[in-house]
Nanobody
Framework: QVQLVESGGGLVQAGGSLRLSCAAS????????MGWFRQAPGKEREFAAA????????YYADSVKGRFTISRDNAKNTVYLQMNSLKPEDTAVYYC?????????????????WGQGTQVTISS
């Protein structure tokens, strides 16, 4: 069982930055791929970024590539999402998710555990 708690959301102006954090419980955090998904009002939850359980390989949606950076600190059981050059269309609830080993997925049904989400709002 893995419990995930996101933090760091908020309201910022377009062009600004935010760093989201996701703290995981359990002693096997290092065995999980970690992903960030987001869901805007009236839209499906979509993949944003992921980092592999071994090797730290990163994967990004085209919409965030070059602006967002995912990283992890296994000693702190935490995954981060640094978001720069934010746009109004980045407004969404951001969810952290964990997938046991394998290659990081880009679809929500590939992930086993989810956090409650943190709201990110970008004003124009």
């Amino acid at each position: 069982q893995v419990q995930l708690v996101e933090s760091g959301g908020g309201l910022v102006q377009a062009g600004g930055s935010l760093r989201l954090s996701c703290a995981a419980s359990g002693r096997t955090f290092s065995s999980y791929n970690m992903g960030w998904f987001r869901q805007a009002p009236g839209k499906e939850r979509e993949f944003a970024a992921a980092i592999s359980w071994i090797g730290g390989r990163t994967y990004y949606a085209d919409s965030v590539k070059g602006r967002f950076t995912i990283s992890r600190d296994n000693a702190k059981n935490t995954v981060y999402l640094q978001m720069n050059s934010l746009k109004p269309e980045d407004t969404a609830v951001y969810y952290c998710a964990a997938e046991y080993r394998g290659t990081p997925g880009t679809h929500r049904n590939e992930y086993d555990y989810w956090g409650q989400g943190t709201q990110v709002t970008i004003s124009s």
